[in-house]
Antibody, heavy 116, light 111 residues
Framework: QVQLQESGPGLVKPSQTLSLTCTVSGGSISSATYYWTWIRRPAGKGLEWIGRIYPSGNTNYNPSLKSRVTISLDTSKNQFSLKLSSVTAADTAVYYC????????WGQGTMVTVSS | QSVLTQPPSVSAAPGQKVTISCSGSSSDIGTNSVSWYQQLPGTAPKLLIYDNNKRPSGIPDRFSGSKSGTSATLGITGLQTGDEADYYCGTWDTSPSALVLFGGGTKLTVL
């Protein structure tokens, strides 16, 4: 069955760029049926949608993060990625990738701490 | 502050029933379907309910969902200690970008 796995640095310095990758196994990221999403959960807070990418490469982002976020696809590796620039402590969170529509499949999540 | 409003916490005894509300507006829940997610401690969220009241394969019928107007409700019967978790409602707005909205989450305690 389809599985998602996040990977990337667990510690990022303030003002730098957070970069994460989600590897999809058991299915093709190019399938027209699905699209791919990043969601995060800061400590002590609820879920926050970051954005999505379609197989075409079209994207939509949370307006509160739009100026700092880029989501991209690498179909050759069956992966999609998240870049969040100019990070601050407020970006410390567990980051999840998920399959859409419906977020029916999630990665296990990866903790990212922003600290010097 | 979340666009969708959920109670911060609910509690009930084992075997009892509990409901969790999710309130939105005509620009989100009032137009689009609602999903519910369960997040057990230390794990990723799991889809419990989609399209307001449908359960994915493997989700027991103790979990149910409903929607009326601009509000949705998650019901859990026969509460078990293993149901202790955070529960989130989710939908999207009516903008062309169909931005995803989550509730603030509800912590369920099974006493």
């Amino acid at each position: 069955q389809v599985q998602l796995q996040e990977s990337g640095p667990g510690l990022v310095k303030p003002s730098q760029t957070l970069s994460l990758t989600c590897t999809v196994s058991g299915g093709s990221i190019s399938s027209a049926t699905y699209y791919w999403t990043w969601i995060r959960r800061p400590a002590g807070k609820g879920l926050e949608w970051i954005g999505r990418i379609y197989p075409s490469g079209n994207t939509n982002y949370n307006p509160s993060l739009k100026s700092r976020v880029t989501i991209s696809l690498d179909t050759s590796k069956n992966q999609f990625s998240l870049k969040l620039s100019s990070v601050t402590a407020a970006d410390t969170a567990v980051y999840y990738c998920a399959r859409s529509p419906g977020f029916d499949i999630w990665g296990q999540g990866t903790m990212v701490t922003v600290s010097s | 502050q979340s666009v969708l409003t959920q109670p911060p916490s609910v509690s009930a005894a084992p075997g009892q029933k509990v409901t969790i509300s999710c309130s939105g507006s005509s620009s989100d829940i009032g137009t689009n379907s609602v999903s519910w997610y369960q997040q057990l401690p230390g794990t990723a969220p799991k889809l419990l309910i989609y399209d307001n009241n449908k359960r994915p394969s493997g989700i027991p019928d103790r979990f149910s969902g409903s929607k009326s107007g601009t509000s949705a409700t998650l019901g859990i019967t026969g509460l078990q200690t293993g149901d202790e978790a955070d529960y989130y409602c989710g939908t999207w707005d009516t903008s062309p970008s169909a931005l995803v909205l989550f509730g603030g989450g509800t912590k369920l305690t099974v006493l």
